[in-house]
Every structure is written in C-alpha cells, then in structure tokens.
C-alpha cells in the first residue's frame, strides 16, 4: 500500500481551508460536517484495503493468430468477488515482437464497478512475428485517490501475426533420386516395394490404399501396411532464418505449405535453430497446424546467412528427398530457381 502524499497534503490543505472559512463566517454548523471529509481518509483506506483483495485479473489473445493487416487483440478482464468495486484501475501493458525488438508500452484506465467485466486492447503492428503482451503493473487506486495499491501479475500472452501469402506456380512435385524399380509402386507418401514392413494403426495422413482392410474389419478398427521403403518422394521444406529477408522468407514459407497441402504431397519442415545447431522437424497434413508451426518458427533466433540451414542439412543427413530450400522470395531446388513467387 501506497500513499498519494501530493494528493493527500492537497485534500487536507482544502479541508483546513473550509474548516477556517465556516469558523471566520460564524458557520459552526458547518464546521462538524466539514470534519467529517477528514473522518472520510481512514474509512476509505480501510474499505480500500478489503476491497482490493477481491479482485482477480487476466490476460488472453481474442484469437490463436491473425493475418496481416488485421492488428492482433488482447482482452484484459477482471472478476470481482464481492459486490463493492472501485473507481479506477490503471493497466500498464509492455507489447513487443520477437523478431523486431521495440519495446512499447500502453496504459489504460478502466473502472472496476461491475462484478466482472472485460476489455479489448487492439495493439498496431507493421511487421509479422510473434507478438508479446505482459502485463508489467496494475495500480488500484482507492475512492479519493489518497492511496494505491500495486499489483505485479506474471501473466504474458502471445499472438502470432501470419503473412498473408502469395501465389505460387509451377511447384516443384516430389521426384524421386532413385528410380523405381519393377517391384515399386509410386503414390503421394513415395516409392514404396511391396514387401510389408509391418502392420500400425491408422494414423491421420495415411493413405487408403494402404488400410489392411481385413485386420480392420476383425479388430474394429482402422490398422494400415507400413511397406518396406526403396527410394523417397518426400519433399524437405528449409527456410533460412536470414535476418534480412525475413518477412520474405516467412511469407513464401506460409505459401508453399498452403501448396503442399493443395497438393496433398507428402512434405516435411525443417526450421533450424542457428545456436543450438538443430532442427526442428514437423509433418503437416492440414492447415490447422500452420500457426503453431508459424509461432516455432517465430520463436528462433535470426542470423546474417543465407545458407546457414542448407549447409547444415547437406552437411549431417543423407536422406533421399526433393529439397526446397527458401531464401526471402526465392524458391531453390535441385539445380532450378522457381521466380513465379508474386
């Protein structure tokens, strides 16, 4: 608890003064209930003191993402155990973007008359990324703003703000670096023989033709033949966290994925961590998945080269695939440039 000490010698100074005026006018009436004003300071602390205790306060995003233009929205918004409330709140908000560091913050006052209630924060961005908002200090005030009461929450709230996209045409399909051979069959999850490897269950993205329909029928339920592979079809999705053509990358990125599952092409993603020396490996096989795969790839730190990924993919895995390596508007693969990135 804190006291208002300009506040509090203002509010005494203005009672002193019209004590003094009642008792230079001969008003001895009015003197006792100008007392009262001065009567009225402990009553309020005590009465700020419980009610403060009441209330309860959090912070969430109105949507798991947006897409640019549109300004990502927090909702700050309180409960009030009892039924008294105060007057004033002030909200210290500290909003800032991973990928561009400028830290800003925004205050708002709001009322906390009612039993609980809730209010919208739009906050203006001109860049993608993953938006942060926290809470830094909510101030309560009492009813004659003599004294405040300062809360630090431990609340922080994410929003990622996705690209829009872009069209692309002339997608690279799947080739595969090995032929098949005469006991291989081609589909959209590769070159498969036809020896069985094993029998899983279904998992989402396999395949009908690969459903052992009988095995399903007599366990009542859905159970698929893991062939034995000879050569790959997959498609490697690597984008380069290149510091300057980020929002590039982030845009071809989101538009090639949306493609891929167009397609119905078996893809993988491959977001590197520059500092740590790894990937991060994700098979998507709807759109549902594209913002928290957006906000890990938000979450990775930038770096000054443009190759930095590639280098490392080529230089600790043999895997056999079509590799689509992703520099700002750039689409490389193979020996090819695809330019038809608008």
């Known amino acids: 608890m804190k006291i208002n000490i300009l506040t509090l010698i203002l509010y005494i100074l203005s009672v002193s003064l019209l004590i003094a005026a009642s008792v230079i006018y001969e008003q001895p009436s009015l003197v006792l209930f100008v007392f009262s004003f001065l009567a009225l300071i402990p009553i309020s602390f005590i009465v700020f003191n419980i009610v403060s205790k009441n209330f309860e306060f959090s912070l969430y995003s109105e949507s798991e993402y947006v897409e640019e ?41 709001i009322p906390l008359v009612r039993k609980s209630n809730t209010f919208k924060i739009p906050i203006e961005v001109t860049e993608i990324g993953l938006i942060s908002a926290r809470v830094k200090k909510i101030t309560l005030n009492d009813y004659l703003s003599l004294f405040r009461k300062e809360i630090v929450p431990e609340f922080e709230v994410s929003i990622p703000v996705l690209p829009k996209g872009r069209s692309i045409s002339n997608f690279p399909p799947a080739v595969p670096k090995d032929g098949p051979d005469e006991y291989t069959e081609s589909d959209n999850t590769g070159n498969v023989s036809s020896d069985v490897k094993e029998i899983r269950e279904y998992r989402p993205g396999d ?46 990125l989101i538009s090639c994925v949306r493609k891929m599952i167009q397609l ?79």
């Open 264 to 342: 119905k092409e078996r893809f993988e993603l491959y977001i590197y961590n520059d500092k740590a020396c790894e990937f991060s490996v994700f098979v998507l096989t709807d759109e549902e998945k594209i913002p928290e795969i957006m906000t890990h790839f938000y979450c990775q730190p930038l770096y000054e080269g443009r190759d930095n990924a590639l280098n490392t993919f080529l230089s600790s895995t043999d895997k056999n695939a079509t590799v689509v390596h992703i520099v700002g508007k750039q689409i490389q693969y193979g020996e090819q440039e695809e330019t038809n990135v608008y």
């Open 207 to 252: 395949r009908l033709q690969r459903i052992h329909w009988k095995l399903s029928a007599k366990l009542d339920d859905l159970f698929v033949k893991e062939m034995s592979h000879t050569s790959s079809l997959a498609i490697i999705l690597i984008p380069e966290l290149y510091d300057k053509d980020i929002h590039d990358t982030a845009d071809t």
């Open 69 to 109: 233009p549109n300004p990502p929205v927090f909702v700050f918004s309180y409960e009030n155990k009892k039924h008294l409330g105060l007057f004033t709140c002030d909200v210290e908000l500290q909003v800032e973007n991973a990928y561009f560091p400028n830290e800003a913050s925004h205050k708002i006052s």
